[in-house]
């Protein structure tokens, strides 16, 4: 079975303010409603959050170590709760120009191939299909022995780019490149915003 995952578990230091509560033009959908909507289009209403902050959100277990923990976050939960769950698709909550068949190109690739995939220059969203190898990577590079939460070692690689090089992914070329566009700024929020008058939801 297919879970969605919504790595929303930043500082947003840039943005002044949450992302993931930011509206989109001409409705009130927040970017993490808008983004859960579409996963749960594909993933059968199995929908993850990553983010303490929000109501059943997954804490990261390991802090400050970016999107690996919130996927080894994710994953663990899922490991104790959910033996059904065998394949992730993981979403940024920032990308709001992504659409559903953008998604499901992402997916097909990932299970003919049966390994991480995502699109070229962009490590999100990345498809994973759960696997002893891939929870052993994440343990060892977030500094986790025997379900046990050591020091994270500092000079550890935390990048989604080192964990698709060291575990073979593939990375494909996108259906439009500009829908791969995050907003980390408002000056980019309000260009989103200004190319969107006709937003509906």
């Not at 970017?31 to 859960?36: H, M």
């Not at 120009?97 to 990932?110: N, S």
Request: charged share 20%; glycine share 6%.
């Amino acid at each position: 079975m297919l879970a969605g995952v919504i790595l929303a578990g930043g500082r947003s230091s840039r943005m002044g303010t949450d992302k993931s509560l930011l509206t989109l033009p001409g409705s009130q959908v927040s970017l993490l409603e808008c983004i859960k909507t579409q996963l749960s289009q594909i993933c059968d209403h199995k929908v993850f959050v990553s983010g303490n902050q929000y109501q059943q959100g997954i804490a990261d277990r390991i802090a400050g170590c970016g999107p690996l923990s919130g996927i080894h976050s994710v994953m663990t939960e899922i490991a104790n709760n959910y033996s059904d769950i065998n394949e992730l698709l993981v979403a940024a909550v920032d990308m709001p120009a992504l659409r559903v068949e953008d998604f499901e190109h992402l997916i097909k690739t990932g299970r003919k191939n049966n390994s991480l995939c995502c699109f070229e220059t962009c490590y999100l969203p990345l498809y994973i299909p759960i696997s002893v190898e891939i929870n052993q990577y994440l343990s060892s590079q977030l500094g986790v022995q025997n379900d046990t939460i050591s020091d994270a070692p500092k000079k550890r690689q935390y990048s989604l780019k080192t964990m698709l090089d060291s575990l073979q992914g593939s990375q494909i070329t996108p259906l439009e490149k500009s829908r791969l566009e995050n907003i980390n700024t408002p000056t980019q929020w309000q260009q989103y915003c200004d190319e969107q008058p006709n937003f509906k939801e």
